[in-house]
């Protein structure tokens, strides 16, 4: 039995049409899922002759219809914009197209028809002028499933990093940081991790201030009142977590393999790391959606610069496609 995955098609502008029909060209996506886009077909149909593909293409209205099967892709059409878009210039027209794909993706999740959602990247600022004023995907998945207690997960082969705050400014995202939600990313770190298939993972939680504050020395108490009531609550439950841990060696003894994941505490102290590493095999996972709904995406932007090009890199895409089907929930409908 294999996990329905649905594949938002993103910016249409940029190389998610691309990636998606490279990844799709490979048969081991379809040996570990059931894939189908959603999006506008005449732009796939693009990037298929673009990239020199001869995979053929079946229209669906339901996800019942479709055929998963390798050297087919099954594409819900909604037909959204047109064939003549410009690639590589931000429009409010794909902004639009990229909301209402996901929109459509997470639809079908909350029915029950699909397992997963892999989402190909956005633009935010087409997506804004389109007349969707959210930061990005995370935010949409989260009002539309109506879920309060969620957050962004980076993985890639070597690091995973979970995030207390995301797409805020770093003075903000301080502010924002509390025990209570310091205590929701370790638990939903340790939930994803468990439901993977790890024991008893090991979490460490990365500090504010340089070397994590040093005892007062550095900062105002941040690690006391925000980080460390939530690691001693979290411990006397169990768990396996740690810190707070100064930056400049916690990503160095992850990678070495001393954690499983660490707890960022903004944006960039989580995403830099990863980044370093490769963009080619990072994962972005959305966790804590209602109904236990997956979502992963690739780690990468929309690349306009490339966009047309056919050198648009599909390893991220199949990292996410992996990742979605290792962490669909069990329950789920597969086929």
């Known amino acids: 039995m294999k996990p329905t995955i649905g594949i938002s098609m993103g910016d249409a502008a940029g190389i998610g049409p691309e990636i998606i029909v490279k990844a799709l060209q490979h048969k081991e996506v379809y040996e570990q899922g059931n894939p189908f886009v959603i999006g506008d077909l005449s732009m796939l149909r693009r990037a298929a ?6 995979l053929e293409f079946h229209t669906v209205e339901t996800v019942d219809a479709c055929r998963f099967e390798h050297g087919v892709i099954d594409v819900m059409d909604l037909q959204l914009l047109p064939e003549d878009l ?3 210039v931000v429009s409010k027209e794909a902004g639009n197209a990229a909301f209402h794909y996901l929109s459509k993706a997470i639809e079908l999740g909350k029915e029950g028809e699909l397992a ?3 989402t190909a990247p956005l633009n935010k600022e087409a997506l804004h002028l389109g007349g ?3 930061p990005g995907h995370t935010e949409i998945l989260a009002e539309l499933t109506g879920t309060k207690d969620y957050s962004m997960m980076l993985s890639s082969p070597r690091l995973r990093v979970i995030h207390l705050t995301t797409h805020i400014g770093l003075l903000d995202a301080i502010s924002a940081i509390n025990p209570e939600r310091t205590y929701t990313v370790i638990k939903l770190a340790y939930e994803t991790l468990t439901k993977a298939g790890y024991d008893n993972p090991r979490i460490a939680v990365c500090g504010i201030n340089p070397h994590a504050g040093e005892n007062g020395l550095f900062g105002n108490g941040e690690e006391e009142e925000k980080l460390t009531p939530a690691i ?3 411990q006397q439950e169990g768990i396996d977590v740690s810190g ?3 930056a400049d060696t916690l990503f160095f003894r992850a990678v070495r393999g001393d954690f499983d994941i660490v707890v960022a505490c903004y944006h960039d102290q989580g995403h830099v790391p ?4 490769g963009l080619e095999e990072g994962v972005n996972i959305t966790v804590g959606l209602k109904g236990g709904l997956v979502r992963t995406s690739v780690d990468h932007g929309t690349a306009f610069d490339i966009a047309g090009k056919n050198i648009a ?3 991220s895409m199949l990292a996410a496609l992996q990742t979605a089907a290792d962490l669909a929930p069990k329950q789920s409908i597969t086929r």
């Not at 990863?274 to 590493?277: E, P, R, S, T």
């Open 49 to 54: 002759e673009v990239v020199g593909s001869v």
């Open 86 to 88: 410009e690639q590589g």
């Open 116 to 118: 997963a959602i892999c």
């Open 132 to 134: 969707h004023r959210y």
């Open 232 to 234: 001693v609550k979290a």
């Open 244 to 246: 707070p841990h100064p």
């Open 274 to 277: 990863i980044k370093v590493l």
């Open 313 to 315: 890199d599909e390893r």
